[in-house]
């Protein structure tokens, strides 16, 4: 049986340029397919894919896990990103999100302190 190590989500997104401008504010390291209409957005080992559809745009999220959501929402509010506050959660996280320009969500968390 194989093991999966990683997921890498993929996003629809109406225009690339824009969506690899708005994840490198986020701290992404960010980079165009040469083919076009593709693109990739990668950070602490994490990488999300981000592709111009042929037809219908259907938005889709991501879930991080990361040491400190605080910490986190407060990086991306500096970068003049809407971010919603963490908060605990009754399953034992701390967590938060943003809505990128395309309508993809990104829900972030880390253990409750």
């Known amino acids: 049986m194989t093991t999966a190590y990683r997921i890498a989500p993929i ?3 109406r225009d690339l340029d ?4 708005f994840y490198q504010r986020l701290g992404f390291a960010v980079r165009a397919y040469a083919g076009g209409g593709y693109g990739f957005a990668s950070r602490d080992g994490i990488e999300l ?4 559809p042929s037809r219908e745009h259907h938005p889709g999220s991501a ?4 040491d400190d959501a605080d ?5 991306w509010r500096a970068a003049d990103v809407q971010v ?3 908060e605990d959660t009754e399953w034992g996280r ?6 990128d320009p395309d309508g993809n969500v ?4 880390s253990p409750v302190k």
């Not at 824009?18 to 401008?21: I, N």
């Not at 894919?49 to 111009?52: C, E, I």
């Not at 701390?94 to 809505?99: D, R, W």
């Open 49 to 52: 894919h981000l592709g111009v």
């Open 18 to 21: 824009a969506a690899l401008d």
């Open 84 to 86: 919603h506050a963490p």
């Open 94 to 99: 701390h967590e938060g999100a943003l809505v």
């Open 106 to 109: 990104i829900r972030f968390g």
């Open 63 to 66: 879930y991080l896990f990361v």
């Open 11 to 13: 996003f629809s997104v």
């Open 71 to 75: 910490q986190l929402a407060a990086a």
